[in-house]
């Protein structure tokens, strides 16, 4: 990567050599126009970044950064349905690098270190900017695909951060618990905060509008900015946020409900129809059936005792995130936790990163009726009743997409009963921005039918 980079910025010194021997004023037209190709890359000094390399590159998305070694693909894999077209062929600038942080969980480009970020500069610029934090426990690359490539064809600006901590051990950063969470809090606003100066290093001027975006835990992060900094942003994306409250609901008091009672459903008969009963009560949507088994054995478990850890880590004793797929009345046994039996200590650390509802900014919320992860009666249904109730639903749209499911890649699998989110993400984010920029109010949030003829992969009936 290092030197495809070297090759790059050889080829683009002699855009740039001028900007750097020369100020602004002094400087040829020709040489500091910001439309043309990497114009004043030079200049780009994004603050507070410990390490940056910045690229001038043919095409700034997936397809090119894919070739070049700007991205990761294992980052972004698995986030969109297959076959999904995207846009390409966006020049511009990108710059990866990293903020000073003491852990060292993300193992991109080398450098064994977290708070990493990529921000891209596409050189037909349309005056904006959109942040995003990874979904996850992934790095910074994994809204490339479906996010940065899609604003970056618009013309806007992108910066992505790992949040600050990545992979399945996230928690274990020293910080008390809930503080692996609290700093994605810190290394979304530090982002957003320089690449802003960085922006108006490039072109000249600043953002006119900057937008948040992110999928899972970057929804959540949508949220929380919009809630907790909104001097910072004109409005929002939630694709299917996930949700934290002290009083619940959260992860911890749903999924061990579903780690005791599937087996029991798999195994059928009586039992396994109580089982399915109690799984439904614990918010488990409705036919949502068929996606249990593989959601068993990829995600909640995972899900369940890596966020345990981090928000109540003395449950297992000297144990470090539980035992994997253990069953109920094992020692320790993530299904076997009581949230609403834990000590107080254990709500205070998820209060300490639980959203309120008090959005201050537009913002827009897509969630699929079959998300089984982060189902939609716990998240999004949830989410939307804190932004009434905080009084703020006149900034709040929240959509519901018939048969989508948390992961589009799911629909290879299923193309018959599950249907991809991207394109009401994507409709979603432009409502959004029309929004903010035309005083275009969306249309209310509600229920969005799967499409009858569209080509699932690009068709949303999300309409004006």
Request: proline letters at 7%; charged letters at 25%.
């Amino acid at each position: 990567m290092r030197a495809t980079r070297t090759l790059l910025l050889l080829a683009s010194s002699a855009l740039t050599a001028g900007l750097l021997t020369a100020p602004a004023e002094a400087a040829p037209a020709t040489a500091a126009a910001p439309d043309r190709h990497c114009a004043r890359e030079g200049r780009i000094d994004v603050p507070g970044a410990e390490v940056q390399e910045t690229a001038c590159l043919d095409d700034l998305t997936t397809a090119g950064t894919s070739l070049s070694g700007h991205t990761n693909t294992s980052d972004w894999e698995g986030l969109h349905a297959s076959g999904t077209p995207n846009p390409s062929g966006v020049p511009g600038i990108q710059v990866d690098g990293y903020f000073p942080d003491g852990s060292a969980t993300n193992t991109n480009n080398g450098w064994n270190h977290d708070s990493q970020f990529v921000l891209r500069v596409p050189d037909d610029w349309n005056g904006g900017l959109v942040v995003s934090g990874a979904p996850g426990v992934r790095r910074q690359y994994a809204n490339d695909f479906v996010i940065g490539d899609r604003v970056l064809a618009r013309g806007f600006a992108f910066a992505s951060t790992d949040k600050g901590n990545t992979g399945t051990a996230f928690y274990d950063d020293g910080s008390q618990p809930g503080g692996s969470i609290r700093e994605w809090h810190r290394r979304v606003t530090q982002l957003a905060r320089a690449a802003k100066v960085a922006v108006e290093q490039r072109y000249g001027r600043p953002p006119a509008h900057t937008y948040m975006a992110g999928i899972s835990n970057g929804g959540y992060l949508v949220r929380w900015q919009l809630e907790n900094r909104p001097g910072l942003y004109d409005g929002g994306l939630d694709w299917e946020g996930s949700l934290f409250r002290a009083a619940g609901p959260n992860l911890l008091t749903y999924l061990p409900t579903a780690l005791r009672e599937y087996p029991t459903y798999a195994a059928g008969g009586e039992a396994g129809d109580r089982a399915e009963r109690r799984m439904l009560r614990a918010g488990f949507e409705p036919g949502s059936q068929f996606l249990w088994e593989y959601h068993y054995g990829v995600y909640w478990d995972l899900t369940q005792r890596i966020y345990r850890e981090e928000l109540d880590p003395s449950y297992d004793g000297d144990l470090e995130a539980g035992v994997p797929f253990c069953q109920a009345g094992t020692p320790g046994c993530d299904a076997d936790y009581d949230y609403a039996e834990r000590p107080r200590a254990v709500r205070d650390a998820v209060r300490s990163v639980q959203l309120t509802g008090e959005i201050k900014r537009p913002l827009l919320t897509v969630h699929g009726t079959l998300d089984t992860l982060l189902p939609p009666d716990t998240a999004g249904r949830a989410y939307e009743r804190l932004v009434r109730r905080a009084g703020a639903g006149r900034l709040h749209r929240s959509y519901e997409v018939e048969d989508g499911t948390h992961v589009d890649s799911l629909y290879t699998t299923y193309p018959g009963r599950l249907r991809p989110l991207l394109p009401c993400a994507t409709r979603a984010f432009d409502r959004m921005v029309a929004w903010v920029e035309d005083d275009r109010t969306p249309p209310a949030g509600g229920f969005v039918e799967r499409p009858r003829r569209d080509d699932l992969r690009t068709g949303c009936s999300l309409q004006e």
